[in-house]
């Protein structure tokens, strides 16, 4: 699963400049779109269901499945989720991450903050012997102690030779409830943070998911693979696994 959830983290880090004000979803998803075909793989999203982009393009106040348009272009002091999958070699990646445009004000900075920060907390209880929900309850206890909500309508999921996959990983809970953690599974843990209440509702293009009182929402995802050696997070942004790999060399080398 490596090679499409390598590939999702790369469009991801080469969308991240093109998130400037004046820019459409639509070009951010011919953008994705192209870069998924050129590397030999197929959007996840395009067609799935009915769904007509490559990505999902969420700004301020959509939690998730926003449809890409021409028409919704990005303004100074936007925050948008960028949710991207591919497959490739028979298998899917998934991630998300949610992304200032120019400056944004404290509060969604916070927000940002946060969310990615209980993203971490939940990938940290994916290893083995552990529960689906321990990854949920990790992530309700970091968001609701910095004052914010995490959406229930929606969750993370397991992902293989399918996009959507058992089980299904809430993003809250107590801990020690559903299926054991084991080596070889793999979820996709993506938490959806509310700056005001947790309720969302569908807009009228029976895809987009907005915060039912109009605060923000911020959204991350990875793909974690569970091993033997505790969780292993397939959608590191090259950067991340240039550093893991030039740390493991360096260990190696010591070793010598």
Same mark, same amino acid.
């Given at each position: 699963?490596?090679?499409?959830?390598?590939?999702?983290?790369?469009? /991801?880090?080469?969308?991240?400049? /093109?998130? !400037?004000?004046?820019?459409?979803?639509?070009?951010?998803?011919?953008?994705?779109?192209?870069?998924?075909?050129?590397?030999?793989?197929?959007?996840?999203?395009?067609?799935?269901?009915?769904?007509?982009?490559?990505?999902? =393009?969420?700004?301020?106040?959509? %939690?998730?499945?926003?449809?890409?348009?021409?028409?919704?272009?990005?303004?100074?002091?936007? @925050?948008? $989720?960028?949710?991207?999958?591919?497959?490739?070699?028979?298998?899917?990646?998934?991630?998300?991450? =949610?992304?200032?445009?120019?400056?944004?004000?404290?509060?969604?900075?916070? &927000?940002?903050?946060?969310?990615?920060?209980?993203?971490?907390?939940? @990938?940290?209880?994916?290893?083995?012997?552990?529960?689906? $929900?321990?990854?949920?309850?990790?992530?309700?206890? #970091?968001?609701?102690?910095?004052?914010?909500?995490?959406?229930?309508?929606?969750? +993370?999921?397991? @992902?293989?030779?399918? /996009? #959507?996959?058992?089980?299904?990983?809430?993003?809250?809970?107590?801990?020690?409830? +559903?299926?054991? &953690?084991?080596?070889?599974? %793999?979820?996709?843990?993506?938490?959806?943070?509310?700056?005001?209440?947790?309720?969302?509702?569908?807009?009228?293009?029976?895809?987009?998911?907005?915060?039912?009182?109009?605060?923000?929402?911020?959204?991350?995802?990875? =793909?974690?693979?569970?091993?033997?050696?505790?969780?292993? %997070?397939? =959608?590191? $942004?090259?950067?991340?696994? !240039? $550093?893991?790999?030039?740390?493991?060399?360096?260990?190696?080398?010591?070793?010598?």
């Amino acid at each position: 699963m490596r090679v499409a959830a390598e590939l999702v983290a790369d469009i /991801l880090d080469a969308l991240r400049p /093109l998130v !400037q004000p004046g820019v459409s979803t639509l070009d951010l998803d011919v953008a994705a779109e192209r870069m998924a075909r050129e590397a030999g793989a197929e959007p996840a999203f395009k067609g799935y269901q009915g769904f007509p982009g490559s990505l999902c =393009t969420s700004i301020n106040d959509e %939690v998730v499945h926003g449809i890409p348009s021409s028409s919704r272009v990005l303004r100074e002091g936007d @925050i948008v $989720s960028i949710d991207m999958g591919v497959r490739a070699s028979g298998f899917y990646g998934d991630a998300a991450v =949610t992304l200032p445009v120019g400056h944004v004000s404290s509060g969604a900075a916070a &927000l940002l903050r946060v969310t990615e920060e209980s993203l971490w907390k939940g @990938i940290v209880e994916a290893r083995p012997g552990n529960r689906v $929900s321990d990854i949920g309850h990790a992530v309700q206890a #970091h968001v609701e102690t910095a004052g914010f909500s995490v959406v229930r309508q929606f969750v +993370g999921h397991g @992902i293989g030779r399918a /996009l #959507h996959e058992e089980p299904q990983v809430p993003n809250y809970g107590v801990r020690g409830r +559903g299926p054991r &953690l084991a080596p070889g599974m %793999v979820l996709a843990i993506e938490p959806m943070v509310n700056a005001g209440r947790a309720a969302v509702r569908e807009m009228r293009d029976n895809w987009t998911q907005v915060t039912a009182d109009g605060s923000l929402s911020a959204h991350f995802e990875h =793909t974690v693979a569970v091993t033997a050696d505790g969780p292993l %997070v397939l =959608t590191r $942004s090259r950067a991340a696994r !240039q $550093s893991a790999e030039a740390v493991a060399a360096g260990e190696a080398g010591h070793r010598g």
